[in-house]
């Protein structure tokens, strides 16, 4: 069935380094890609997205690359700060159903 | 603030009860979605409803319902609680012609005792 794999589960990065999250999708009709950030207890919030007909978004800090021929796209944070430790979760749809992946915990480092 | 909102926000119950979530969505927006989240869990899909009908149907249990009603607010119901569904309920609303993009209520927690 319809699958989203996400990779790494727990990312520790040095404050003012980089951080990638990488996601699989299994269904090659789906065309919108979310990026949630979650904080503890808090709601899922959306910090960026990405069609299928763009390769590339970038917003601040925040990046998303997309490979529709290998059906992976990714998450990139550049100048990670403390506020950015969160569970970021990525999703795939096609329209009718959206599918989300099991979560990244990513921990700022000091 | 999203715009969607969600209440209770806590709620304590014991097994076999049932209990009602509401969720009102943003301002405009005819779609809502139903989502639990487990501790330490991802997110899963449980029900999606479009302008009252039933639109899509995740790992939603029988003992689930919903419903989405003319004003748009929706409920969700749990019936013969047990203890593992205890759990963040997340309702998410998106506006028309962009159906993907979803933006998400505060939650309410569930706890079953």
């Known amino acids: 069935g319809e699958n989203v794999e996400q990779h790494p589960s727990t990312l520790s990065v040095q404050e003012g380094d980089s951080a990638v999250i990488k996601c699989t999708y299994s269904d090659s009709a789906s065309n919108y890609f979310p990026w949630y950030k979650q904080e503890l207890g808090k709601r899922p919030q959306l910090i960026i997205d990405i069609r299928s007909n763009v390769g590339e978004k970038k917003d601040q800090r925040i990046a998303v690359t997309l490979n529709k021929t290998a059906k992976h796209f990714s998450l990139h944070i550049t100048e990670t700060q403390p506020e950015d430790s969160a569970v970021y979760f990525c999703a795939a749809s096609k329209g009718d159903k959206i599918i989300f992946g099991k979560g990244t915990r990513l921990h700022i480092l000091p | 603030d999203s715009g969607v909102t969600q209440t209770p926000k806590h709620l304590i119950t014991a097994t076999g009860q049932r209990v009602t979530l509401r969720c009102s969505p943003r301002s405009g927006d005819l779609s809502v979605y139903w989502y639990q989240q487990s501790l330490d869990q991802g997110l899963q899909f449980l029900i999606q409803y479009y302008n009252g009908e039933e639109r899509a149907k995740g790992n939603i249990l029988e003992r689930f319902s919903a419903q989405q009603f003319p004003d748009l607010h929706s409920e969700l119901n749990l019936s013969s609680l047990e203890l593992g569904d205890s759990a963040l309920y997340f309702c998410?609303?998106?506006?028309?012609?962009?159906?993907?993009?979803?933006?998400f209520g505060p939650g309410t927690r569930l706890t079953v005792l």
């Open positions: 998410a609303s998106s506006p028309p012609g962009i159906a993907d993009t979803q933006y």
